[in-house]
């Protein structure tokens, strides 16, 4: 029996941003496309955290909703335990849905305000069906329990809690549907630094506890550092380089991969940030052609200009880059 939980393969995503139709005939203007995501592979095995980390824009979001199935993939598929998605099927997706949970970066934004928190945990468990009446409220009041708030607090509404408290709201009712796989996405980029660790730590306590799979997505390497067990790094829709977490800081293989660790605050923890990262992400309705990290690579050859460097397998993982491999004639 495969150790990979998830799998996809080949995924893109691209998004109609043309103007309205009247305006293109009259502007005389072509359709546009946004390729969010572009030929993305990976694997997550059971029980690990994978992280996928790049700078806003680089499509982590729209990767995680289809993986969640609340965006169909425009090419490529999703594997989850062995069975491709159907996001054809209702019935099919319903019965992953279960089985895996989401929690966003905004917990105010995620949880319904007019709903008592009790019911917000509680709906996973009614709309999969997984209990009746008192057993409900008893479930409800040991998962507030275990993500460090208390039973009495099913009673409150979500603005009576700090930030950090509703993120343990939205990770109780992820964990209500008894889930093996969840996608967290930026789940403290919106908190204070003294809640982030917080919630990472207990993040790792269910994780334990539940042999749970998680994939981590943040912009912020210095997160995911003691989460990951694998890291993806993406640039501009694209997996850029994936590797094994701890040898991923010691020895990157792609040049973005090198910029986005040389700005990680030192270890000394001084806040200073030891080399900004420079230039800015192109456009994704106009990417640069060949390797679209060229404009900002200290290290660019003709070749890189021209062609997509195909992923290559290094030392630590695979990374697609050119200084990695001879240049094709
Ligand atoms: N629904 C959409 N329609 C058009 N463009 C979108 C949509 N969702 C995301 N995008 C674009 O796709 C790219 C990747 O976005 P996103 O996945 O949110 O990146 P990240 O989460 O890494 O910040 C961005 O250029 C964004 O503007
Ligand atoms: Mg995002």
């Known amino acids: 029996m495969s150790d990979v939980l998830l799998s996809v393969e080949g995924l893109t995503r691209r998004f109609d941003v043309s103007k309205p139709w009247l305006n293109r005939v009259i502007e005389r203007d072509e359709r546009q496309f946004l390729t969010a995501n572009a030929d993305v592979s990976f694997e997550i095995r059971k029980g690990e955290t994978f992280a996928l980390v790049g700078e806003s824009g680089s499509g982590k979001s729209t990767i995680a909703k289809m993986i969640v199935g609340l965006l169909e993939p425009s090419e490529g598929q999703i594997r989850f335990d062995g069975d491709v998605m159907d996001f054809n099927s209702g019935a099919a997706m319903r019965r992953l849905r279960r089985r895996f949970q989401m929690i966003f970066q905004d917990p105010f934004a995620s949880l319904n305000p007019r709903w008592r928190v009790g019911d917000i945990i509680a709906e996973p468990i009614r709309t999969f069906d997984l209990m009746k009446g008192a057993a409900i409220r008893n479930e409800v009041g040991r998962l507030l329990d275990l993500v460090g708030l208390s039973a009495t607090d099913a009673e409150k509404f979500p603005h009576e809690f700090s930030g950090g408290q509703r993120q ?19 789940p403290t980029s919106a908190l204070d630094v003294s809640v982030q660790a917080q919630i990472l730590n207990l993040m790792r306590d269910l994780q334990d506890e539940f042999g749970l799979t998680y994939l981590l997505i943040s912009h912020d390497l210095s997160v995911v550092r003691h989460m990951a067990n694998r890291i993806g790094v993406l640039y501009l829709g694209r997996l850029v380089e994936v590797a094994d977490a701890k040898r991923l800081f010691l020895d990157p293989q792609h040049p973005y991969t090198r910029m986005l660790l040389d700005a990680v605050p030192d270890l000394a923890l001084s806040g200073r940030r030891r080399t900004p ?31 997509i460097p195909p992923p290559i397998e290094t030392a630590t993982g695979r990374a697609a880059c050119y200084l990695l491999a001879p240049t094709p004639a």
Do not use: W
């Not at 640069?288 to 404009?295: D, L």
């Open 168 to 186: 343990r709201i939205a990770i109780a009712r992820a964990l209500s549907s008894r889930p093996e796989f969840i996608v967290c996405d930026e």
């Open 277 to 307: 990262v420079t230039g800015e992400i192109p456009n994704p309705i106009n990417p640069p052609p060949g390797c679209a990290f060229h404009p900002r690579c200290p290290h660019v050859m003709p070749i890189c200009k021209q062609v």
